[in-house]
């Protein structure tokens, strides 16, 4: 069969044996996530038509205004795996705690957690721009049988067995990895099915583009201001391109297209930074190294980081290996 006329669903069939633990169950899980999203982005395509837009009217733990979508994303990716039995524990940005999902009979049976950003981007939503999803599985370190604990989801990203994101764009994608490479699928809308589009996708070694909230500049550290400004010299391939949408997975996919670095920094006003460890940063960081790419805090490989809480925030800076590798360089002179 031509390359380019394989759906998501032949592709995982196909693959399931590639997975160091071939049961099934992994290739299971991520059919899920592929069936959770295409029905928010049935949801995010009719925003305007429906009741969809603006703020739900709580915050969630980060101290976040949810936005309807942020909560209505969530219930879709909580329910369409608690109704499959599939994993063992879920995380989300959106819930204060990690949920304990048992089989019907009682048992904890299932081997994979899975930790989840429903919605990325949801300050987007209102004003017609990507948003996406994040997701990235573990297996339990705890014995099958018994109930999960907080233990099986505060795992170094090094122990991932997939991640991806779904970008709800001009098209929509879903681009996941299971440690063999990343590929990514294209919603054909009219049908609903996923196709084979980026098989191999890689980060370019190298890039023009920039992608930072330089609203923040004077908040920085000085060696990521130090970074901004070698960025806007005139030299070589140089002044690079500025280009920041505030939806990570919108700002990383391009450049994973384009080449480019994106980061979120430390500031005065964030001292941990803003993105969540498990939910953003290591599964952006094991798709951007599976890529040919690097994700680093500015001094160190995210996915070494042994996570202490769910809802940890990081520095991030990810992107075409060389870039993230001379902006270490500059965070290196003030460490
Ligand atoms: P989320 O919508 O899941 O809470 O994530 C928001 C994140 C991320 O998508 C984006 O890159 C970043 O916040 C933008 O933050 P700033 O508005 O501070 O630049
Ligand atoms: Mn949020
Ligand atoms: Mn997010
Ligand atoms: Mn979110």
Known sequence: MEERNKTLGEFIIEKQEDFKYSSGELS???NSIRLAAKVVNYKVNKAGLVDIIGKFGEQNIQGEDQQKLDVYANEIFMQTLINREIV???ASE???DFLTIEGNDGSHNNKYVVLIDPLDGSSNIDVNVSV???FSIYRRVTPVGTPVTLEDFLQ????QVAAGYVIYGTSTM???TTGNGVNGFTLNPAIGTFYLSHPNFMFPKDGNIYSINE???VHFPQGVKDYIKYCQLEEGDRPYTSRYIGSLVSDIHRNMIKGGIYIYPTSSKAPKGKLRLLYECNPMAFLAEQAGGKASDGFGRIMEIQPTELHQRVPFFCGSYNMVEKAEEF????K
């Open 28 to 30: 299971r899980l991520i």
């Open 88 to 90: 063992c524990g879920i």
């Open 94 to 96: 959106e819930n204060d």
């Open 132 to 134: 996406g999803t994040i």
């Open 156 to 159: 170094p990203g090094v122990n």
């Open 174 to 176: 879903l681009v996941y």
């Open 215 to 217: 609203g923040n500049y």
């Open 331 to 334: 965070m290196a002179k003030y």
